[in-house]
């Protein structure tokens, strides 16, 4: 049974995305995938992962000894049973260092892929100084989340940077937009507001927000500039709230603590547009939502599709199969 462990270089670089879209790749070739997430096997994303991919859940590890002897005993109760396991490391390398996730390389004799998150001032000696830490472990990074007008710069400059010190570049993928959508509940949850109508379609993607006083003439033109939005509104300004629901909507957010007109809920009900009530101002459940979408985690099953056409395209899976001795 072959140990792969998906590690990242900064907060939200993708670990949980890429570990998805691998298993996905390999459960299509007819590979035994199997999933763990050592530190934290109850968390929410472990848990979706599981339940999308259809994988089972890992046996729990044993209450005796120091977490790396547990997972020595779990793992030898399930060698055999498949081809490969992707474990995924909680926290990140930059923060938390290399020593206890290369510790847990070492005893399930595992290979590494690290993900990094890319950023402007991303130092190829930086990836290198992190890389080289698991030594012949380390399989190669993936730079994800590259905004599309800086791909070829990256393909060009860094990536033969960091090659250059001996770290192979598997894949530069990019900030996909639906990829880092949240849902309408995310943005509810986000905000601590409620969901006063069409709470059915609250797992609806959000790929934007508008800000309904952000023009001098907030009408239908100015937000059918965006599709797949949310829109947030003062709860005492129907008129702009009855103009964003002309165009594509995903959900109609009221600040202030002012909930819809009847109007308003007329149109909203007629469009099955979910509609967000919260006592927070504008400008504050804009923030809040800001961040959100700066921690959005991998958990729609919408997102599969787009992952794997992005992944076959942009990852070289031959070369990672090699290392792992799968081809």
């Not at 994988?55 to 030898?76: F, H, M, N, V, Y």
């Not at 090659?163 to 601590?192: C, F, H, M, N």
């Not at 959000?206 to 023009?215: F, L, T, W, Y």
């Amino acid at each position: 049974m072959i140990a792969l462990q998906v590690l990242s270089m900064g907060k939200a670089a993708g670990k949980t995305t890429l570990c998805a879209g691998l298993a996905g790749h390999w459960l299509q070739a007819g590979r035994k995938v199997g999933y763990v997430k050592p530190n934290s096997p109850d968390d929410g994303d472990a848990v979706f992962l599981q339940k999308v991919l259809g994988l089972e859940k890992p046996p729990a590890l044993p209450t005796d000894g120091s977490l790396l002897d547990r997972l020595r005993q779990a793992w030898a109760a399930i060698a055999g049973q498949k081809d490969l396991v992707l474990v995924e490391g909680s926290g990140d390398l930059i923060k938390d260092g290399t020593k206890d996730f290369g510790q847990m390389a070492d005893a399930l004799d595992a290979r590494v892929l690290i993900v990094v998150r890319y950023f402007q001032a991303l130092s190829p000696q930086d990836v290198a100084s992190v890389g080289k830490e698991f030594g012949s472990r380390l399989i190669g990074v993936v730079i994800n989340a590259v905004p599309q007008r800086r791909i070829s710069k990256v393909r060009s400059i860094l990536v033969p940077a960091i090659e250059q010190e001996g770290i192979k570049v598997l894949a530069v993928l990019p900030d996909d937009r639906l990829i880092y959508t949240v849902s309408v509940r995310d943005l509810a949850e986000a905000i601590q507001g409620q969901l006063v109508l069409q709470e059915d379609h609250a797992d609806e993607l959000v790929e934007s927000i508008m800000i309904g006083a952000n023009s001098l003439d907030p009408g239908t033109a100015y937000f059918a500039m965006r599709t797949n939005k949310a829109v947030i509104t003062r709860g005492d300004r129907p008129d702009i709230a009855l103009a964003a629901l002309d165009t594509s909507l995903r959900c109609l957010i009221l600040s202030a603590g002012v909930g819809p007109n009847p109007y308003v809920t007329y149109r909203a009900e007629e469009g099955n547009v979910p509609v967000i009530v919260t006592e927070a101002t504008t400008i504050s459940a804009m923030e809040a939502m800001g961040k959100a979408f700066q921690n959005t985690r991998f958990r729609h099953e919408k997102k599969l599709p787009r992952l794997q056409a992005m992944l076959e395209q942009g990852l070289d899976f031959a070369a990672l199969d090699s290392a792992l001795g799968l081809s």
